[in-house]
């Protein structure tokens, strides 16, 4: 698995250098956190977050506050759970959960740091300028997800190697959708398999995405990496066992409870 991160702007020092400045004015600085998916999915990662402050001299509740934003896969939520974290004048933002929290906090404010994880290339996104040259307000590290994806299309295909039509379920309303199935439909060509796309951005989609797979009748389903597909991984592992289809999934979460 290949994996491509990078650090934007000044890192973690300006976000450190923030927060310090704003405890000079303030008895507690105050982190904001906004996430696309649910706390209780990201527990370990918020556990591994505050550990990350704890090495660095803060401890939440003794020296510094944190105000938890979370979407719960209801992308649409996003740019006022950020605005309200701007409107609360925290020192600094982390943005997590795919690339629609990073680009919803870049978009409510130009001069509060952002330290995020994104999930897509962030130069043809817009969220920074270039690689070597920022600028802005952001830093983080970015993983090329849709790589993963191509390798996963391909493990599924040595592991079903009679399948021909595959489905492949993306999120619309992820900004990384496009590319995602853009790079499945080309690595799915390249072994000769033939792909069609499917579409769910809301809970209501599930259905239309079921009565679609018994129209199709594909020979393995492969579903992208989301939060949103994360929140509903129940529905989604029992949707593949109802029409028993072979599927893989970017989380081992799926596999826990059977898919």
């Not at 402050?53 to 938890?68: D, F, I, S, W």
């Not at 979407?71 to 997590?96: D, H, K, Q, S």
């Not at 509903?232 to 989380?251: Q, S, W, Y």
Request: aromatic fraction near 6%; charged fraction near 20%.
């Amino acid at each position: 698995m290949r994996r491509r991160e990078f650090i934007l702007g000044l890192g973690g020092a300006t976000a450190l250098w923030s927060l310090a400045a704003h405890a000079q004015q303030a008895a507690t600085p105050v982190i904001g956190f906004v996430n696309s998916s649910s706390p209780h999915l990201y527990a370990p990662f918020v556990r591994a977050w505050q550990q990350g402050l704890a090495e660095t001299g803060y401890a939440e509740g003794r020296n510094v506050a944190v105000e938890y934003r979370w979407a719960e896969g209801r992308y649409e939520r996003l740019p006022e759970l950020a605005a309200e974290l701007v409107r609360r004048r925290v020192a600094v933002i982390a943005a997590t959960g795919g690339s629609v929290a990073p680009l919803a906090a870049k978009d409510a404010t130009t001069t509060i740091p952002i330290v995020c994880v994104f999930d897509g290339d962030p130069v043809a996104f817009g969220l920074v300028a270039s690689i070597n040259r920022p600028g802005g307000n952001v830093t983080g590290i970015s993983m090329v997800a849709s790589i993963i994806e191509a390798k996963q299309l391909e493990l599924l295909h040595e592991l079903v190697p009679k399948a021909r039509v595959i489905a492949i379920l993306v999120n619309a309303s992820n900004s990384n959708a496009k590319i995602i199935a853009g790079d499945l439909q080309a690595a799915a060509r390249t072994l000769g398999l033939e792909p069609h796309v499917l579409d769910a951005s809301r809970e209501s989609d599930f259905d239309a995405v079921s009565a679609m797979l018994e129209r199709l009748r594909p020979d393995a389903l492969v579903v992208a990496t989301d939060p949103f597909f994360l929140d509903h991984r129940d529905r989604l592992v029992a949707l593949t066992a109802r029409h028993a289809i072979p599927a893989v999934f970017g989380r081992r979460e799926f596999a826990v409870i059977g898919g």
